[in-house]
Structure formats: C-alpha cells, structure tokens
C-alpha cells in the first residue's frame, strides 16, 4: 500500500507563505492525479487542488491565484505552494495519492 507523508505545515502570519511537501513511496506515475485536500476544525474534508501526470492543474475558487500545486515525478513528491495565507486557510492538509496522508497542520494567525 502506498505512503504519503505530509510535511511543511506551521503557524504564520496572515499573508504569509507556506510550502507544503508530500513524499509518495513509490513510483508516483502510477498515480493519474494527485492533489491537496484540507479540512478544518469542525469542517469537512475539502479539495484544495489536483495535478495529473501530464501537468494538468485545477484548483479550488477560494485558493486560485494563491496556491500553487506542482509534482515532481522523478522524486515523487507533490508540492502546494501556499501565498497570501489568510485565517480562513487554517486547517489540516492532506495529500492524495490512491490513498491518505495523515496530514499536516497550517495555522494563519498574528
């Protein structure tokens, strides 16, 4: 069964910046998609974005222009560049990849 592990979350500051790393063991091509999820406290869990094989990007409307979802295929890890964090970003970001990270905990606050 494949690993995900999720690394890179933290507290910072409204409109600060965070990147958020997610090793996949394996070879991470056998995996057509491959995206970010989020689920804050008392919330359901929620995509954030997803990246095929080939690049193809989608994002959810309230991170456009904010996030940034990116794979490396020969290290197998997927990115989530995360700018201009507001509080309303605060919440538990998973990785997926035909299964589940435990995910990592993003706090926006001053």
């Known amino acids: 069964q494949v690993q995900l592990v999720e690394s890179g979350g933290g507290l910072v500051q409204p409109g600060g910046s965070l990147r958020l790393s997610c090793a996949v063991s394996?070879?991470?091509?056998?995996?057509?998609?491959t995206g970010w999820y989020r689920q804050a406290l008392g919330k359901q869990r929620e995509l954030v974005a997803t990246?095929?094989?080939?690049?193809?990007?989608n994002y959810a409307d309230s991170v456009k222009g904010r996030f940034i979802i990116s794979r490396d295929n020969a290290k197998n890890t997927v990115y989530l560049q995360m700018n201009s964090l507001q509080p309303e970003d605060t919440a538990v970001y998973y990785c997926?990849?035909?299964?589940w990270g435990l995910g990592t905990q993003v706090t926006v606050s001053s």
């Open positions: 997926n990849a035909g299964s």
């Open positions: 394996g070879n991470i091509l056998r995996f057509y998609v």
């Open positions: 990246i095929t094989r080939t690049g193809t990007t």
